[in-house]
């Protein structure tokens, strides 16, 4: 018995993603030779357990006279991974009226192998957060996690495209990406979004991927926190922090729950460890300007940040900075308090600048290097050579340079004490 129908698939699957939709084109045509109209009831497998096709919005009453073609797209979804072919695939056909001598047909697609396989899109879950910004970026943080059950050889992730990421790795290699790896690096991103790509082999078929996502705003992730209000109540926790300088070194020791750095740009360590067995992500935020802070690893409760110390005072300076420890059922906030102590070698800089400008202007030139040692120093190096013209008692102004210093070590000593309470 001939078919109503011949269907052609052109663009037939080689492998398809489980638990995905993925589309299907079908060719139908009534040959020429045939007598009478049928028409497209629908189309089905099978095997509905294991196969579900969205025929909800494809047309009830296409007819075909003899001659006559038309393309159909549907929708189809495996529930499991494994072995299947087309032919399993059938279009419902039935005749218009008696003319067509034959009764209702299930016309089977042309026979065709292909593979269901594990949807690497769905096992391996890929998350932004927002770092912070610079002038031709955003810096984030990406966190690849494999959320499946499928070992995926030779994995490979990609970020792009190239024009849009400004710094950092743009291509990964795992020989073995397994169920539960994660795995976090930083991207600095011009533009709204990034491209990322993912492939894997399993089970001899080759896997790809792709998804776009977009770049987290400044309110997704707040670098600063308001202090408390009592429209916003939150609870408090109290946790270990450990600082070590990032160089090497002696832990930091915290004095009165106070912990002293010193600035210039100097990187530490910090170790904040929960006290919640249930937290699940900590989040130190910056204090613009003053403090940077990156991200590091985290191992069950506790998480590691690269703390930058930008400001660098003339004298002891406190600064406050928030962490979220983040629970399942609540976000807990807790505080570091840092104390910025000034560098031995910016003292000497502004004792030298200010017993330089003594000498070559007088007393009055002593008070406004103080207040802005920095312009002062620049008018010293351009003014330096009428050093050399001093003589006598006018030198020996310059031994105010210890003085100077000995006295802001002094003035910092007292005020230290009233600023950390």
């Given at each position: 018995m001939q078919p109503h129908v011949t269907i052609d698939v052109p663009d037939r699957w080689e492998s398809v993603p489980v638990g995905e939709v993925v589309s299907l084109r079908l060719l139908i045509e009534r040959p020429a030779d045939r007598v009478g109209t049928v028409r497209i009831r629908g189309v089905r497998h099978r095997d509905e357990s294991v196969v579900s096709l969205n025929t909800d919005l494809l047309p009830r009453d296409v007819t075909l006279s003899p001659g006559d073609r038309f393309a159909l797209s549907v929708g189809v979804r495996f529930a499991t991974p494994g072995s299947h072919n087309l032919s399993r695939m059938l279009v419902q056909v039935d005749p218009v009226d008696d003319s067509t001598g034959v009764g209702n047909q299930l016309v089977p697609l042309p026979a065709h192998p292909f593979q269901v396989v594990p949807s690497i899109e769905r096992e391996v879950a890929i998350t932004l957060a927002r770092i912070c910004r610079y002038d031709d970026g955003v810096k984030v943080e990406v966190t690849v996690h494999h959320t499946g059950a499928t070992d995926w050889q030779a994995f490979e992730l990609s970020a792009g495209p190239e024009q849009r990421v400004r710094s950092g790795v743009t291509r990964h290699h795992k020989p073995v990406l397994r169920p539960g790896d994660r795995t976090t690096f930083e991207l600095i991103v011009g533009g709204e979004s990034v491209e990322f790509g993912t492939s894997g082999t399993t089970g001899g078929v080759r896997v790809d991927?792709?998804?776009?996502?977009?770049?987290?705003?400044?309110?997704?992730?707040?670098?600063?926190?308001?202090?408390?209000?009592?429209?916003?109540?939150?609870?408090?926790?109290?946790?270990?922090?450990?600082?070590?300088?990032?160089?090497?070194?002696?832990?930091?020791?915290?004095?009165?729950?106070?912990?002293?750095?010193?600035?210039?740009?100097?990187?530490?360590?910090?170790?904040?460890?929960?006290?919640?067995?249930?937290?699940?992500?900590?989040?130190?935020?910056?204090?613009?300007?003053?403090?940077?802070?990156?991200?590091?690893?985290?191992?069950?409760?506790?998480?590691e940040f690269l703390v930058t110390v930008v400001e660098n005072p003339v004298l002891t300076q406190p600064i406050r900075m928030y962490y979220d420890v983040n629970l399942p059922d609540q976000t807990l906030r807790g505080e570091l308090h840092l104390s910025i102590r000034p560098t031995s070698a910016k003292l000497w800089t502004i004792a030298l600048t200010a017993g330089a400008a003594v000498t070559l202007k007088g007393a009055t030139a002593f008070v406004p290097a103080l207040l802005n040692p920095d312009s002062a120093f620049d008018e010293v190096m351009t003014e330096g050579w009428a050093l050399l013209n001093k003589r006598g008692l006018d030198l020996l102004q310059l031994a105010s340079i210890f003085f100077i210093r000995g006295g802001l070590w002094a003035v910092d000593r007292i005020w230290r004490p009233i600023q950390e309470g």
């Open positions: 991927g792709r998804r776009t996502l977009a770049i987290p705003g400044a309110d997704d992730r707040a670098v600063e926190y308001a202090p408390f209000t009592f429209l916003e109540p939150r609870s408090l926790t109290t946790d270990r922090i450990d600082i070590v300088p990032e160089a090497g070194g002696a832990m930091v020791v915290p004095v009165g729950g106070v912990f002293p750095v010193f600035g210039a740009k100097a990187r530490y360590l910090v170790k904040i460890h929960s006290s919640d067995s249930r937290a699940q992500e900590i989040e130190l935020f910056e204090a613009p300007g003053q403090v940077e802070v990156e991200k590091r690893k985290q191992e069950r409760t506790t998480r």
